[in-house]
Nanobody, 124 residues
Framework: QVQLVESGGGLVQPGGSLRLSCAASGRDPYAMGWFRQAPGKERDFVAA????????AYADFVKGRFTISRDNAKNTAHLQMNSLKPEDTAVYYC???????????????????WGRGTQVTVSS
């Protein structure tokens, strides 16, 4: 498995930006992804990226606003979040997964390692 530590969450006004980071230690994961969970709701897929840097997918609700990236030299993934809305308020989780050849990386089952999460609150 991979140990993951998220950072960069906080309180931001609507329309603002935040950049989340996920530092990985251990093996170099094939895929890294971001999920989020709002209070009382299920955890939702946000975005995922391959080791090569190619984007796997974005959730429809973040397309054009969020950008996932990866720095393999630092074994870190980032999620740049722009034009934030109150409905983006959630705990954001970083995940890492091996190549599996079958399960999609928009599915939690594609990942075997999870961070503890970082709170993002969008409010005026």
């Amino acid at each position: 498995q991979v140990q993951l530590v998220e950072s960069g969450g906080g309180l931001v006004q609507p329309g603002g930006s935040l950049r989340l980071s996920c530092a990985a230690s251990g093996r170099d994961p094939y895929a890294m992804g971001w999920f989020r969970q709002a209070p009382g709701k299920e955890r939702d897929f946000v975005a995922a990226i391959r080791r090569s840097g190619s984007i796997i997918a974005y959730a429809d609700f973040v397309k054009g606003r969020f950008t996932i990236s990866r720095d393999n030299a630092k074994n870190t993934a980032h999620l740049q979040m722009n034009s934030l809305k109150p409905e983006d308020t959630a705990v954001y989780y970083c995940a890492a997964g091996p190549y599996n050849g079958g399960i999609g990386y928009n599915d939690e089952r594609g990942y075997d390692s999870w961070g503890r999460g970082t709170q993002v609150t969008v409010s005026s």
